[in-house]
T-cell receptor, first 114, second 116 residues
Framework: AQTVTQSQPEMSVQEAETVTLSCTYD???????LFWYKQPPSRQMILVIR????KQQNATENRFSVNFQKAAKSFSLKISDSQLGDTAMYFC???????????WGAGTKLIIKP | GAGVSQTPSNKVTEKGKYVELRCDPI?????LYWYRQSLGQGPEFLIY????????DSGLPNDRFFAVRPEGSVSTLKIQRTERGDSAVYLC??????????????FGPGTRLTVL
């Protein structure tokens, strides 16, 4: 069975700083997909960034980038120039290529301080 | 266009009662998913619909839980004989069907269910 682990329950940084959120996963699959979702207090999950396991290049979306280490089964999220609006819960999620279930970590609460 | 909507936003019920939670997906999205998020945890998959049929209901915890999507659009999650352990946020998501696992799942704001 696949598992996703987020070892940082909470993180706090000053506005404009860079912050990295950690995620590790366990799977025997060779092809799969990894995601970072943001959940603000409104509860609505919002996709931040996605990575296909067969792609060696790390995904980037504006201020958000990932460090995908397939051999180490690590998938960290880096947020550059953090903004107050980045304050939220961040969830790492895994999806096997053969089905459509998202398997989620427990989340990291990120607080951006002014 | 409009996103995924869920009603009610909050539902308080008593142990043993029956509840229905509604999800209205993004127009044109053929795939629909239900997840349950307990306090302090990540969501857990419950069921996935492709059109009107439940393509994967392996995440439903027991036979008290049932979901329908009769016309391939709106879905209702039904919980019978509610228990206090059913208290959670129930999230619904939809995605367009492109035939690949790279479909982005778009989430609604969830229904917070509290069983007293």
């Amino acid at each position: 069975a696949q598992t996703v682990t987020q070892s940082q329950p909470e993180m706090s940084v000053q506005e404009a700083e860079t912050v990295t959120l950690s995620c590790t996963y366990d799977t025997s699959e060779s092809n799969y997909y990894l995601f970072w979702y943001k959940q603000p207090p409104s509860r609505q999950m919002i996709l931040v960034i996605r990575q296909e396991a067969y792609k060696q290049q790390n995904a980037t979306e504006n201020r958000f980038s990932v460090n995908f280490q397939k051999a180490a089964k690590s998938f960290s999220l880096k947020i550059s120039d953090s903004q107050l609006g980045d304050t939220a819960m961040y969830f790492c999620a895994f999806m096997r290529d053969s089905n459509y279930q998202l398997i989620w970590g427990a989340g990291t609460k990120l607080i951006i301080k002014p | 266009g409009a996103g995924v909507s869920q009603t009610p936003s909050n539902k308080v019920t008593e142990k043993g009662k029956y509840v229905e939670l509604r999800c209205d997906p993004i127009s044109g999205h053929t795939a629909l998913y239900w997840y349950r998020q307990s306090l302090g945890q990540g969501p857990e998959f419950l069921i996935y619909f492709q059109g009107t049929g439940a393509a994967d209901d392996s995440g439903l915890p027991n036979d008290r839980f049932f979901a329908v999507r009769p016309e391939g659009s709106v879905s209702t999650l039904k919980i019978q004989r509610t228990e206090r352990g059913d208290s959670a946020v129930y999230l619904c998501a939809s995605s367009p069907w492109t035939g690949g696992a790279t479909d982005t799942q778009y989430f609604g704001p969830g229904t917070r269910l509290t069983v007293l």
